[in-house]
């Protein structure tokens, strides 16, 4: 197994997201989970986001796309403008759902899991989500068990979706977590269900790896990244080179690097 390093068990317990801001900003990581100060902004995309994967879990039992929404947005107000961005994902959500529909029918149900969270130790073993001594942990949209113990991972994308290849770390981490925690399966496959592509037919699929692949090459290849990640917290500096993707960042309004940066874009029109 991989030795980490002092960073990585520091910071510790990690998951896509925060490896991701690690990854791309460490004054943001510092600001959401060292100082842990509020966000000053919620992005429309994240609400919408969150709202939309409420209305699939609804939906799933037999709930129309009218009723789900109406309980989703009980839960979580939107505004006019996120309804009706909600509007212009109905259709790829109901085809999604209807094709998911037939999909357990096909290869058989044994387990649905729908937003659940699962949590691996420092040995890459299964512990409880919330334990101290977990080391990753990942909350999974949506998986099926199927009758040949294959776990079918899916993971709903609201905004734009350039290629696979842009989540891979993500799935193959949700690989990593279904491995370990749901017991007897014989391999795993991760998928994107972009929301905002409604002509998408077919969910983006990774290729199918089988429980030795995650246990020799994705979870040694896991506490790798986490190293690789961690170093760049050194220092948590925020040195932005573009306003992408700091339009997304919670703490935009107050980064002096970014205002900077937005202003000097101004200027230069």
Same mark, same amino acid.
């Given at each position: 197994m991989v030795q980490l390093s002092e960073l990585a068990r520091k910071y510790a317990p990690w998951s896509a997201t925060k490896l991701e801001q690690a990854k791309t900003c460490p004054a943001q990581f510092e600001r959401q989970y060292v100082?842990?100060?509020k966000k000053e902004v919620q992005a429309q995309d994240n609400r919408v986001g969150i709202v939309a994967h409420r209305i699939i879990e609804l939906m799933l039992p037999g709930l !129309?796309?009218?009723?789900a929404q109406e309980t989703a947005i009980k839960e979580l107000p939107v505004t006019s403008n996120e309804s009706a961005e909600l509007q212009c994902h109905r259709e790829a959500i109901e085809q999604f759902v209807a094709r998911f529909s037939a999909f357990r029918q096909r290869?058989?149900?044994?387990?649905l899991f729908i937003e659940q969270k699962w949590a691996i130790d420092f040995d890459g073993n299964a512990i409880e989500y919330a334990s101290p001594n977990a080391f990753f942990r990942g909350i999974v949209d949506l998986a099926l068990l199927s009758n040949a113990n294959d776990l079918w991972i899916i993971d709903h994308k609201s905004g734009k979706v350039a290629d696979l290849t842009y989540k891979s770390a993500q799935l193959d981490s949700y690989a990593i977590l279904g491995s370990a925690n749901v017991p007897n399966i014989v391999g795993t496959r991760s998928g994107i269900n972009a929301l !905002?592509?409604?002509?998408?037919?077919r969910l983006q699929w990774s290729n199918y790896i089988d429980l030795n692949q995650i246990r020799r090459g994705l979870l040694p290849w896991l506490f790798e990244y986490v190293n690789q990640c961690a170093s760049n917290l050194r220092t948590f500096d925020a040195k932005p080179k573009k306003p992408w993707p700091c339009n997304w960042c919670p703490y935009s309004p107050s980064c002096v690097p970014y205002q900077g940066l937005t202003n000097g874009a101004k200027k230069g029109k």
């Open positions: 100082l842990k100060h !129309s796309f009218v009723d290869e058989g149900e044994k387990q !905002s592509n409604p002509k998408a037919t």
